[in-house]
């Protein structure tokens, strides 16, 4: 088997790490990769945005598929240029990949389709913006409703810091042309899921849910960011009465399969009809649907759709998940264009695995990502850690530098969530770059949840 990956971020280290796990004789072409990815497969300096060189690149390889880490690539329609030169690809259409490039269009989408979610208005102009926050109250959320590089949403306590944000996107042109349309959005109150969906246009299959830690600092202080750790499975409780969202789905026992059943029933309840809708308009989407899902006394809302694979929730789900087949899926939705009938038992070890990413970002990070600190990786003494790479590069002098915000992402696996998180946090202690930064409460939430239960 060979594949291409289009990216060079940790999610695609990840991705080329599981194809290879399932398949230790795949051939993974990465453009544009990235040194821990060069270890596995053969890297070409191509950017993931250049959809022509991409076009050419595939047509040059003739990968059995290619598999897109990135969304830009996608909303311009690189799923669209390959589909008519009859090249296998996994991932949304440019239309369909609007459900992330446009919020605006995914918030009509969940109304018209009646998938919960907050209620939200869209503005042009900051005047009525300023009115409709008013209207929803403080605490109130004001998202760019294009693609922004996942700092395009500013949670607002106050009407101030509101009628600021507004001003920022819709005067200030602060996100440029992505700002140009906002959403002012009612606040959600509740516990966050990602849940990642394999879907064929018409089925859908969830991976384990996971968790991730957008702050900076240890006890979600300081900015927001790409996202500084995750971890999976996520073994919640429905804060809400079950009601409709339980009555088709097993009677789960062990909390790990608690989470999965969650992550069918939301499948039912939000990505059917999600799926549904977007045939409906004529753009079926196909590919990995992520949703961002908040646990909300009301019941799951979703909080956004992405159109791939998070980062760095990838690095935690696909190693917890290291004995189910996710490359076979990837491949057979990309090449026939369909879901194989592939269920959890499948592979029901892979319950049994609980994985924690730690991520370490650069000095300066998110602000002004420092470039060019040399790295040291002390040697790996276990192997149930995994590092893999996002903004590394190698200087003249054959080092390996810091090159991007987020460096690597140290994933524990491990029986138990506790040995996981300690396998993570350990690793990422030892690893050297002047002005690391990381955190160590990464899963604080699921710490807190056994805590109680014991
Ligand atoms: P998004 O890019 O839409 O996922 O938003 C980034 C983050 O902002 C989410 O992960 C949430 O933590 C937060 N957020 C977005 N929308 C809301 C909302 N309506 N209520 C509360 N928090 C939100």
Known sequence: MKVLIV??????????????QEDPDAEIVAAP?????AALGRCVAVPATDVERLV?????ERPDFTLVGHEAPLARGLVDRFRERRLPIFGPTRAAARIEASKAFAKQLMLDAGVPTAMAFR?????????????????????ASGLAAGKGVIVCQTLDEADRAIDFMLRDEGFGAAGAEILVEEFMEGEELSIFYLADGVEAFPLVPAQDHKRLLDGD????????????????????????????????????????????????????????ALRERGSPFTGLLYAGVMLTVDGPKVVEFNCRFGDPETQSILPAMSGFPVGDLLRSIAAHGTLPSVTWATAPDFLARRAVTTVLATAGYPDT??????ITLPPIEDDGV?????????????????????????TGIAKTFEDAKALSTRYSALVDFAGKQFRTDIGWREVARRARAS
């Open 7 to 20: 990216g060079g971020g940790g999610r695609e280290h990840a991705l080329a790490w599981k194809l290879k």
């Open 33 to 37: 990769g990235n040194p821990g990815i």
């Open 56 to 60: 050419a690149l595939a047509e040059h």
């Open 123 to 143: 503005h042009t102009e900051p005047a009525p913006a300023k009115r409709a926050a008013r209207e929803l109250g403080a605490p109130v959320v004001i998202k």
């Open 221 to 276: 202080r300081g900015p927001n960011t790409g996202g500084m750790g995750a971890y999976a499975p996520v073994t919640i409780e429905l804060p809400f009465a079950a009601g409709e969202f339980t009555s088709e789905a097993v009677e789960p026992e062990a909390s790990e399969v608690r989470a999965l059943a969650h992550a069918l029933r939301f499948g039912r309840h939000i990505v059917a009809p999600t799926l549904a």
């Open 369 to 374: 990502p420092r470039k060019g600190d040399v």
């Open 386 to 410: 995994l590092v893999f790479h996002a903004g590394t590069a190698l200087n003249d002098r054959g080092e390996l530098v810091t090159a991007g915000g987020r460096v690597l992402a140290v």
